[in-house]
């Protein structure tokens, strides 16, 4: 085993969090170490247009397609879900207990699911931070949003988000004077202007409130125009061979509707834009490098050491073991990974809460076909959503949600086109000109909705490992317990609800008919199948509270119990509202960042 | 004429029926040669021949199309391979054939469902029918999203 060198900081894993901690606290001289569990085949041109090829000539063209997990670091995929018959389902690297399958994934290469996630940029709302003062249910964070707006401020700087400030002031979200976004909105596809034209403005009853829909465009951490004065971040930072070089900005936005998976010419946002610009003479990247295990002095309960395995062959497990430790570590794994690593090396904490508490934001699809040719499937995959579901008093009773709205036909539901034209071709029989026509009919007039539903924390849903459960490389994998209740099918209903509405009154022929045929979980409430999806949205599993016996970490995402140790990411969410979780872990990797500098200033 | 460009010919003669997208369109794909080779490497020769030789019998009709649907798509044998065909060409994926087909008719081992290639996803024909791209690939520029989708001309879906 052999040691490496003293470090200010050491952070286990490479994606949002972690980078923009590593650029942050390199920036102020401070020697950081990060440890990443994946390859570090994405910070050059050839190494990324591989990921790429490898996309393209995928049969089944999921989230983690382009991304092959790593022998050595295994991670979930989408196909997973459906190989077992029964619980506990074991065959994919969670294993999951249920009673519903936990239907999202994680990347575990350089850069981390930002690799691969669509880059909405929503902050939460103001009442997200105050579920038990406004609504009776769960806990409020020990922040609000006043304390996360000017970090929220700063993180959409450091991911480059494109939208107009003036579009985002609703549901109580307010900015500082002056205040706007370093790109311009990403412009709304036509089929967003289409709908936006019948359905703005229509009321939709939500309990006793009547709720005015607007079809409106989100925050999208996608290169558009700039604003005076912003330098869009780049990615790429080394040659072929490691060598560095100027980084690559990357495109502006240019409509691959592939933001999910892989975008082609990295328009959209991923952590390797902020590890480029981490300060290199003060930090030391280790790809390969699986965590295993955090050591703790028995009387301080102060972390001295993370024990790691480094491996160079991606398809075999031969590996070191080595051992990295510093002054301040920080777990930046994922929401997942770090309730792991944490339980794998028997550090429950004092709450007994860590892992528990799982959350998502368990989604329904709704599709259907417009009345007229649409352009369907142009364009990044999502420009708009409807985000007046998100807030109000209809919390107390059930789940706020809200809708992207697609640009990418029934890709995301059915597998269109290629499900389209199978369709015509062996059940309709079509061919020929006729073939053709339909084609161009039914494909160019596709409509999708993503209805996704908010979740409360439940202690019962949680990430534990088990000893008889491990991966090839030895390591205990995550064993999940998960149950969707009754406040989020709920939520569903009212959102499924509220999808057939809009379609009515859009015109749009509601096709939202599925299937066992279909690759999604599903679950039963009151006599009725709901097929969900996973959002991605893995959070909760370290919460942050005001006192160590209800939760993880204190609300700079130190533990309670270890003094130098912080765990960052979705898994210090107290709650998680109906925003996509990126752009708020990142508010809050920047303030914990700001706070170990001034922290480590005093001397402390 | 060499047997292979004879063959070739037949292939996307027939393949131009069958997809309603015209000869040089297919060409232009870059995939025709692909194509056919796939299905050399999966059917045995005295199939593929059979198939497009019916084909050439049909051929000179006016009413070609008219005349494939009984002649081809609906027979038996050569209906699925038929199929394949359109497959291939707008999706650039080679379906396995059906099971009672299998039965009845052979199975051949390389007859699985796959991907015949990274180019031969790209050049599907459905991207471009749909007045699209394939996803992750061919982008259309910046805001193109924003643009009226265009009519087909009436040729076009005669």
């Keep these: ?604 | 004429m060499s047997i292979q460009n004879s063959r070739r010919n037949a292939f996307v003669a027939l393949s131009a029926v069958l997809t309603g997208v015209q000869k040089v369109q297919l060409f232009g794909t870059g995939q025709t040669d692909a194509y056919l080779a796939t299905l050399e490497r999966i059917l045995p020769a005295d199939l593929l021949d059979e198939l497009l030789g019916r084909f050439e019998a049909l051929a000179g009709n006016d009413g070609i199309e008219a005349a494939v649907e009984p002649q081809i798509l609906a027979d038996t044998r050569l209906g699925a391979l038929a199929q394949n065909i359109i497959l291939m060409w707008y999706r650039g994926v080679w379906r396995r054939l059906p099971d009672d087909w299998r039965a009845n008719f052979g199975s051949f081992p390389e007859d699985e469902n796959h991907l015949i290639s990274a180019a031969a996803y790209q050049a599907g024909l459905q991207w471009e029918i749909a007045g699209a791209h394939p996803i992750g690939a061919r982008h259309q520029g910046y805001a193109a999203w924003c643009l009226v989708p265009e009519r087909p001309t009436r040729r076009e879906n005669a």
């Design chain 1, 1 to 604: 085993m052999s040691e490496t060198g003293q470090y200010d900081v050491v952070i286990v894993g490479a994606g949002v969090a972690g980078a923009l901690i590593a650029k942050r606290l390199t920036g102020a001289g401070l020697k950081v170490l990060v440890l990443e569990a994946g390859p570090g085949t994405t910070r050059s041109a050839a190494d990324y247009k591989n990921h790429l090829e490898t996309y393209y000539a995928a049969s089944a063209k999921g989230t983690e397609s382009p991304w092959p997990a790593a022998t050595a670091a295994p991670q979930p995929d989408g196909g997973d879900l459906f190989k077992d018959k029964s619980l506990p389902a074991t065959s994919g690297y969670f294993v999951q207990k249920g009673p519903h399958l936990y239907g999202s994934t994680y990347t575990r290469t350089l850069g981390g699911s930002t690799l691969h996630w669509l880059g909405v940029s929503l902050r939460m709302l103001p009442e997200d931070f105050e579920m038990s003062s406004c609504f009776g249910l769960a806990r409020d964070w020990p922040i609000r949003y006043e304390t996360l707006s000017p970090y929220y401020d700063q993180a959409e700087y450091e991911m480059g988000v494109s939208a107009d400030v003036a579009d985002q002031r609703y549901l109580g979200l307010s900015f500082s004077g002056g205040y706007d976004y370093p790109m311009q909105r990403v412009p709304l596809s036509y089929s967003d202007r289409v709908l936006g034209a019948a359905v703005n403005g229509m009321p939709v009853n939500m309990g006793e409130e009547s709720v005015s829909v607007q079809i409106r465009s989100y925050p999208a951490a996608r290169n558009s125009i700039p604003r005076s004065g912003y330098q869009p971040v780049g990615a790429l930072d080394v040659n072929a061979g490691g060598v560095p070089r100027r980084t690559y900005l990357g495109e502006r936005c240019e409509g691959n509707t592939a933001c999910i998976p892989i975008c082609p010419v990295q328009a959209r946002y991923n952590a390797n834009k902020s590890l480029a610009q981490a300060d290199r003479h003060h930090l030391t990247l280790k790809t390969q490098a699986v965590a295993s295990e955090i050591l703790v002095d028995n009387i301080s309960q102060a972390v001295t050491a993370i024990r790691y395995k480094r491996y160079d062959d991606p398809n075999s497990t031969q590996h070191s073991e080595e051992i990295a430790s510093g002054r301040i570590y920080i777990l930046a794994a994922h929401a997942v990974e770090n309730a792991r690593l944490m339980l794998a090396s028997g550090l429950q904490s004092q709450s007994k809460r860590v892992g528990c508490g799982l959350m998502d934001h368990p989604a329904l699809y709704a599709w259907g076909l417009a009345p007229f040719n649409v352009g369907s499937f142009r364009g990044p995959q999502s420009t708009s959503g409807i985000e007046d579901f998100r807030a109000g008093r209809f919390r107390c009773g059930h789940a706020a949600f809200r809708f992207d709205i697609g640009n990418d036909g029934w890709h995301a539901t059915t597998g269109a086109p290629d499900t389209t034209v199978n369709d015509a071709v062996l059940q309709q029989k079509l061919f020929g000109r006729q073939l053709r026509s339909h084609l161009n009919d039914q494909l160019s007039r596709q409509v999708r909705f993503s209805l996704a539903v908010e979740q409360l924390p439940n202690l019962k849903n949680r990430v534990t490992v088990d000893p008889s459960y491990r991966d090839k490389m030895g390591n205990p994998r995550p064993v999940i317990e998960y149950e969707i209740d009754d406040y989020t099918f709920k939520g569903m209903i009212a959102a499924r609800n509220v999808a057939r509405e809009v379609f009515h009154q859009a015109g749009i022929t509601d096709c939202s008919r599925n299937s066992e045929a279909l690759p999604f979980p599903t679950a039963e409430y009151e006599g009725e199948k709901f097929y969900y999806h996973g959002m991605g949205h893995f959070a909760g599993t370290h919460a942050m509270g005001d006192k160590a016996e209800n939760s993880v970490v204190d609300d700079y995402q130190c533990s309670w119990e270890h003094p130098n140790l912080y765990l960052v990411g979705s898994g210090s969410f107290t709650t998680m509202g109906t925003s996509n979780p990126t752009l708020t872990l990142a508010a809050l990797a920047l303030r914990t960042a700001d706070y170990i500098i001034a922290r480590m200033a005093k001397g402390d």
